[in-house]
């Protein structure tokens, strides 16, 4: 992990502190999108609020989840196309980990399938990134206290729809190391570099990539990084 995090939480640790002795203390935040601007942004808009505290960045997927388990935020507010290790993916992880923090998907991505895909990774919340930035700090409150939260554009989609009753899409059908071998093959990695980063041997690697293929239905390469681009794996 980069030292994004982990200066960031020395610096407002301390603060934390001096409002642990006034009573309740802030809650912590985690952000995570793979643009400088945008967490640059988001830190100053979330701090707005008297009851928020931005503990850390993270760049990428993998990041995400070594600052989360750092740090332990109680709200991570979370990208979905990431580097290394999508949004999704690190959701399911960082939930699984860490019972008590709260996810809040803040993406471009507005279909039923990516909020289907986030719900069911254990997110407590999705909202737009074209929203108002009260929106998001609404948000963040709200899952914070526990209570799912989704932009009206995507509520009014998804109100008569049962979530665990959705049938899984081709990638989540996809075994965990099936979409590391999937992320890093988009992301343009050779089949020895992803045995390198995975330690798996490349013959495995390629016997990893066949079988993706072949569950996503593409006969070659382009078609493989196009249904990708396409369903948020990688970005555009």
Avoid: W
Avoid at 58 to 83: Q, S, T, Y
Avoid at 94 to 111: D, E, G, K, Q, Y
Avoid at 208 to 220: D, F, N, P, T
């Amino acid at each position: 992990m980069s030292g994004a995090a982990s200066v960031r939480y020395e610096e407002c640790r301390e603060g934390i502190e001096l409002d642990l002795n006034k009573g309740e203390p802030p809650i912590s935040v985690l952000i995570v999108d793979d643009h400088c601007i945008v967490r640059e942004g988001l830190v100053a808009l979330l701090e707005r609020s008297a009851r928020l505290r931005v503990i850390g960045t993270a760049e990428n997927g993998r990041e995400a989840i070594e600052a989360a388990l750092l740090l332990k935020p109680d709200i991570v507010v979370m990208d979905v196309v990431l580097p290394e290790l999508s949004g999704f993916d690190a959701t399911e992880r960082i939930v699984r980990a860490l019972p008590a923090t709260r996810v809040v998907i803040l993406s471009v991505c507005n279909t039923s399938e990516h909020v289907f895909r986030a719900l069911r990774a254990g997110a407590l919340g999705y909202v737009l990134k074209q929203c108002a930035a009260a929106e998001l700090v609404h948000a963040v409150l709200t899952a914070a206290e526990g209570t799912r939260y989704l932009s009206d554009p995507l509520r009014a989609a998804l109100e008569h729809v049962a979530i665990d009753a959705t049938p899984l899409s081709p990638i989540e059908r996809l075994s965990a190391r099936e979409r590391e071998v999937l992320h890093l093959t988009v992301a343009g990695a050779t089949s020895a570099e992803i045995a390198r980063k995975l330690s798996l041997s490349p013959k495995t690697v390629e016997t990893y990539r066949s079988r993706i293929m072949e569950k996503l239905g593409v006969a070659h390469h382009a078609a493989l990084i196009r249904f990708a681009v396409e369903n948020a794996v990688a970005p555009p």
